[in-house]
């Protein structure tokens, strides 16, 4: 990866995934540091990966070519504003994974013409299991959209699009999208144990169920629905309970439901954005 310095503003969940994926990635500790307020956890990283750690944002933003922004997202305004004489100065790639801020807002914050690259991931990310929607904005080269795709697959696979509004869609589906298979898993572990089944093996098996079905389905190829029908023989047990599925109009609901997490998406960024 030809990066030379990378800044993480935040050093939580996130900054750590990545910071620990950019390490088994071959770059060096030295060439990383974490901006971070708290002590305990500056002290955590450093003894996990010798990075460079520091409560002083500016300092480690200082010589930095790329500036990944890991804090939560009502922390962004004030951080980068505070960032934003370094970033005029130095102009290096801004990768911001805050959920609902949107390029102009940071661009804004941070003092104007800036490279920034806005990604979303998800929490698989966590074990390296994730995924990463990348958008771009004009000021940003090619080199610097491969440096920021390369950082983001240390986590996991990536994809771009090129429309930034399009990332609330994205925040519905992957962002939020971990959390409705953990509903489905938490609902069939409970039939399962409703059924006699102790705890561990209602877990064991849902958990396996639902990773084979993931992994048939990426492996193969084939359209869900055709994997599904061959689930389904007629008059058998999955044809009873796609049955009552779509009784209840369970693809509506899921639908409505991925349909309220955008709109939550589009109104948390129009909250913290700010006019150009
Ligand atoms: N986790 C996900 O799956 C996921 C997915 C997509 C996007 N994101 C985005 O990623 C960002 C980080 O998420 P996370 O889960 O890593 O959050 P997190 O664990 O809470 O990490 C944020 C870190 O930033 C620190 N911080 C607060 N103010 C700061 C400042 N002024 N300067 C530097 N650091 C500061 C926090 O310290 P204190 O705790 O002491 O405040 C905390 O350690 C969020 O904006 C979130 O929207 C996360």
Do not use: C
């Amino acid at each position: 990866m030809n990066i030379q310095k990378i800044a993480f503003i935040g050093g939580g969940n996130m900054a750590r995934s990545l910071t620990g994926g950019l390490i088994q990635a071959s770059i060096l500790p030295k060439s990383i540091a974490i901006g971070e307020p708290n002590k305990l956890r500056r002290e955590e990283l450093y003894r996990e990966f010798s990075v460079v750690t520091s409560d002083n944002n500016a300092s480690v933003a200082q010589d930095a070519d790329i500036i990944i922004l890991a804090v939560k997202p009502q922390h962004a305004a004030s951080t980068v504003s505070d960032l934003s004489e370094t970033l005029s100065a130095r102009k290096p790639l801004v990768i911001s994974i805050l959920a609902g801020i949107n390029i102009a807002s940071i661009n804004s914050w941070g003092g104007g013409n800036l490279a920034i690259v806005r990604a979303m991931p998800n929490t698989p990310a966590l074990i390296r299991a994730g995924i990463t929607t990348l958008f771009a904005n004009d000021k940003v080269t090619v080199i610097q959209r491969s440096q920021a795709e390369s950082i983001m697959k240390t986590i996991g696979k990536t994809v771009w699009v090129d429309d930034e509004n399009l990332i609330d869609t994205v925040t519905s589906i992957s962002g939020s999208g971990p959390a409705y298979f953990f509903y489905l898993i938490e609902a069939m572990e409970q039939a399962a144990m409703d059924g006699g089944l102790e705890p561990e093996l209602a877990r064991m098996l849902t958990l396996e169920t639902a990773l084979g079905a993931a992994r048939l389905a990426v492996d193969t190829n084939e359209p869900p629905t055709k994997l599904r029908k061959q689930v389904t023989s007629p008059g058998g047990t999955t044809e009873a309970a796609i049955a009552v599925l779509d009784k209840y109009q369970t693809s509506d609901t899921i639908k409505a439901a991925i349909s309220a997490a955008k709109k939550r998406a589009q109104e948390l960024a129009s909250a913290n954005e700010v006019d150009e």
